[in-house]
């Protein structure tokens, strides 16, 4: 006797209603990422900031933090004070540029922001070693300049000030190339104020 056929049916219903929750693609997390750094930033929770700045893997630029969310970071920093925050995002930002050739100091905001907070933290020296990074390979608009130059007059160095400024009406040509004569004469105008009471104007223009 022999053994009867088995019959196997092909009329099967696969339902394809499952729902799959999967990760979100890396162009959604890096907004997510931007969206809560900024938000963190805003409500000066530095220390979570920072957390999810430094989390971020340094040679991935598409998990990076833009420039907008680190220049609101660095902006709660300059108004706290926080000198260690924005050293710490300076070393990643340098990470970023090593690792994954994504320079975000090149940004004229960013860079004016680091000046400032170092300038306001008393600490010059790196206000100056971030103005200089990168500024003859790109250019540095006049808004770098002048962040720098307040922060020399801002901890006691007019002379070192109004130096910068000559040296940035000499690069830009004519006074008039700058943004405006008036954005000029206000930034600077407690630099020339400072020099003119230690007997510095004289020296120079002598």
């Given at each position: 006797m022999g053994i009867p056929a088995i019959s196997l049916s092909t009329n099967l219903t696969i339902s394809t209603n499952i729902t799959?929750?999967?990760a979100p693609t890396t162009p959604h997390k890096h907004r997510l990422h931007n969206s809560t750094l900024k938000s963190l930033?805003?409500?000066g929770k530095l220390d979570e900031a920072l957390r999810l700045i430094e989390s971020s893997p340094s040679k991935s630029p598409a998990t990076a933090p833009d420039a907008e969310a680190c220049a609101l970071f660095l902006h709660s920093c300059i108004s706290r004070k926080a000198l260690e925050h924005g050293q710490r995002?300076?070393?990643q930002l340098l990470l970023y540029r090593a690792r994954s050739n994504q320079d975000l100091l090149s940004n004229p905001r960013l860079k004016s922001k680091l000046i400032t907070l170092f300038s306001v933290c008393?600490?010059?020296d790196e206000a100056r070693r971030v103005f200089e990074d990168g500024g003859e390979d790109v250019g540095l608009p006049e808004s770098v300049w002048v962040a720098m130059g307040i922060g020399y007059s801002?901890?006691?160095y007019?002379?070192?000030a109004m130096f910068l400024y000559y040296e940035m009406v000499c690069r830009f040509g004519q006074l008039g190339n700058c943004q405006t004569i008036e954005f000029l004469q206000k930034d600077f105008k407690e630099i020339y104020y400072s020099l003119k009471q230690r007997q510095y104007i004289d020296t120079i223009t002598s």
């Open positions: 799959a929750t999967s930033s805003k409500s995002l300076y070393l008393g600490r010059v801002r901890n006691g007019p002379k070192e």
